[in-house]
């Protein structure tokens, strides 16, 4: 019985140590990230607030997408001529 509840401890530990619950969740203030107080503009935010913005202009993309294909960030900034946030930055031409 005893090596049960080792196992079963064992077993626990590792629930909680990979679950997503663990992991604090990123918070965006449109292009900046909210740590310790303070605004910090990053990547990630601004992809969430591209695709926000994107969204609401009626193109049905998600952050993640935008991420992860340089194709569809492009077509989000082309589309909703969003040439003045630094997410787009290398997408749109002078």
Known sequence: MPRFIELASAMSLVATLV?????????????YQIIDGKELS????EDE???ARARD????????RI???????????LLTA????SACADYLGD
């Open 82 to 85: 969003i040439a003045n946030t």
């Open 67 to 77: 991420r992860h294909s340089a194709d569809a960030k492009r077509q989000a900034c």
């Open 19 to 31: 679950s997503p619950q663990a992991h604090a969740a990123i918070r965006c203030d449109g292009n």
């Open 42 to 45: 990053t990547p990630f935010c």
């Open 49 to 51: 607030n591209l695709a």
């Open 57 to 64: 202009s009626g193109i049905s993309v998600s952050a993640a």
